[in-house]
């Protein structure tokens, strides 16, 4: 029997008259009949859709009774096949089907003398079959991610401030080193959590084992004073291995948004995902400027030294064993029927590998490639604010409450963030915006953000202040040769500016992309691929780190500017390239969402 391949490139015109075929179906001689789009209205290019079965449908034609037509139907076994969620995952990979045909589904009982009653009655199981948004567990998901966070963003303000006051012979370069360390350990804790779940279908473990190791670094924190004093650098860097590695398991969360969430509602999802890790932006700092209150050191015990620096790692470890007791209390698996590949259970471990890498195959490596770099230059925005705010400001602010000012910008960074979402959500942006479109903001933010930080007029900044006798907090010209001649955009307007820029920008980034990789991904188990993802992004921003500190230990922070600025530029570019692709995968999610809206209005 001739085939012939089915284009993923399709309009959006051909999958609305498709999908109008599908919905009048007819009852016919004992069978329920589905029609294939007249073939008269198809061109080469246009998709058929293959209509997605319920479990006990697809029970009946696993194991069919003496009434069914074996012929009705046949299931394709290829891992490339993928049952298509919406019309945005039915345009993620290409299909082949028997020309000239028309598909049946043998339903025993459906006659023809009662077509009508039945006819309805199958309407109703249909509309009670449908994939539900799991809100509940969402916001359950969504408060854990805040509890992950909750102890990074509350250490990211004075880590190294801390660091360098009990060991004072840590030069500059080693925050670059120390950040480099810190995306390893959640590479590391990314795939291992990811690889747990794709092979067992359970979440609650990885998770559980990552609050474990969240308590152990911060109780190895805690005590960092007992180690002597030249040598305290070595198990800090061990302490945020083990912390950024127990915050990788929190990628079992993409997936399982996915699960909970309907393709209409994928983006509000990770919008309530992305808001909870910024209102961990703004706690974080919370927590420090409490402590901040405290003057002078106080022991509980011989070895619980409690004072500005270490009384929120104390915190820290109570929300980590609050975070354990809420995960192993509350946290629900998904249900069978909501667990792509539950079927492969009996499957081996090589096995399972081996069907990811067949879907990873299916997928168009352009988009894919495309994804993975995006990413890449998103993450590479952020992670440059966060490896040189500390050195930034205490070179160049000529202050000696540079906690402060820390406090300050993460404290505007993280309201900032938290007003995105609100908005981005109450104004129902996350259904009218197109996933694409959201990211392509966030690069255009970063952009903006990064040309505001460089001084370009000498009204609009102010030079950097040397070290001397009037001024011992001044940049020291012994160990930055850039300080004579450079100037810097005035402290107070950087903090605003670039705080409140970068809670539009990582917000955006992180809604849009997201949205935009769980739709290419389509509906499948995509633990190992958002573990692919992170671990690529991981390891190459690896490196973003130590080459931004060693330019700025030589050059100077607008050096860097200008490299940020330059490599955003790109991915604006790139993102331009990609987005028609894009668009064809998230964009029928986005017109029927609102088209349903206009409806109800």
């Known amino acids: 029997m001739a085939k012939r391949p089915v284009s993923r490139e399709c309009s959006l015109e051909s999958i609305k008259e498709e999908d109008e075929t599908v919905d009048n179906q007819i009852v016919k001689e004992d069978h329920f009949t589905i029609p294939r789009t007249s073939m008269s209205s198809l061109n080469d290019d246009d998709y058929i859709s293959i209509v997605d079965l319920d479990d006990h449908v697809l029970e009946k034609i696993q194991k069919p009774d003496k009434d069914m037509n074996p012929m009705a139907i046949a299931i394709p076994s290829d891992p490339c096949h993928r049952r298509p969620d919406t019309r945005a995952s039915r345009l993620n990979g290409g299909f082949q089907h028997d020309e000239g045909k028309e598909h049946h589904l043998a339903f025993p009982g459906f006659s023809k003398q009662h077509s009508k009653g039945e006819e309805e009655n199958a309407e109703a199981v249909a509309g009670n079959c449908e994939k539900k948004t799991k809100w509940r567990q969402i916001y359950l998901v969504s408060f854990i991610n805040y509890l992950i966070f909750l102890p990074a963003f509350t250490l990211a303000v004075v880590n190294f401030n801390y660091l360098i006051e009990i060991d004072t012979t840590v030069p500059v370069d080693y925050n670059g080193w120390m950040r480099a360390l810190m995306r390893i350990g959640h590479a ?26 969240s308590i152990a670094s911060c109780l190895l924190y805690g005590m960092i004073e007992l180690f002597p004093a030249d040598q305290r650098r070595w198990p800090w860097l061990v302490i945020f291995l083990v912390q ?45 400027a409490l402590a901040g209150f405290i003057d002078g050191d106080f022991y509980l ?85 966060l490896t040189l705010a500390a050195p930034f400001i205490t070179a ?97 307007m950087w903090v605003i500016l670039t705080g409140s820029l970068i809670g539009v920008a990582v917000p955006f980034a992180n809604i849009g992309f997201d949205t935009v990789f769980s739709q290419v991904l389509g509906d499948i188990d995509q633990n190992i691929m958002q573990a692919l993802l992170i671990v690529v992004v991981d390891c190459t921003m690896a490196f973003v780190p130590v080459l931004a500190t060693s330019v700025f230990k030589r050059f100077g922070p607008n050096a860097w500017w200008l490299v940020v600025m330059g490599v955003m530029s790109g991915g604006i570019v790139l993102l331009a390239f990609l987005r028609p692709r894009l668009r064809m995968i998230t964009a029928p999610s986005a017109i029927k969402t609102l088209e349903a809206t206009e409806a109800k209005q």
């Not at 910008?409 to 938290?418: D, E, K, P, T, Y």
């Open 188 to 213: 590391i804790g990314s795939a291992c959590a990811a690889s747990y779940c794709y092979t067992t279908k359970t979440y609650q473990p990885a998770l559980t084992v990552g609050r474990l190791l």
């Open 244 to 288: 950024d590695a127990a915050e990788g398991s929190n990628i079992v969360f993409r997936s399982y948004v996915a699960r909970m969430s309907t393709d209409s509602d994928r983006q509000t999802a990770y919008s309530i995902l992305s808001g909870a890790e910024m209102i961990a932006i703004v706690s974080g700092p919370g927590i420090q």
């Open 301 to 385: 015990l011989e070895c619980v030294k409690i004072n500005k620096y270490t009384a929120p790692i104390w915190i820290c470890l109570l929300i980590s064993i609050l975070s354990l007791i809420i995960t192993l209390v509350f946290f629900r698996e998904p249900h069978a029927d909501e667990v792509v590949g539950k079927m492969e259970d009996d499957a081996t471990l090589k096995e399972k590998f081996a069907t990811a890498w067949k879907q990873l195959k299916c997928m168009d490596s352009f988009v894919l490639s495309g994804c993975l770099v995006e990413k890449c230059i998103g993450s590479f925005g952020s992670t440059t604010i």
């Open 396 to 492: 160049t602010f000529n202050t000696s409450d540079y906690s402060f000012f820390l406090s300050i910008f993460q404290l505007i960074a993280g309201v900032s963030s938290i007003l995105t979402v609100v908005v981005f959500m109450v104004s129902r942006g996350s259904k009218r915006l197109n996933p694409v479109t959201t990211f392509t903001l966030s690069l255009i933010t970063f952009l903006v953000m990064y040309t505001a930080a460089y001084p370009w007029f000498d009204a609009y900044s102010t030079p950097v202040v040397l070290r001397d006798a009037n001024s011992p907090q001044g940049c020291d010209g012994t160990q930055y040769s850039w300080c004579e001649d450079s100037r810097i955009v005035h402290p107070w």
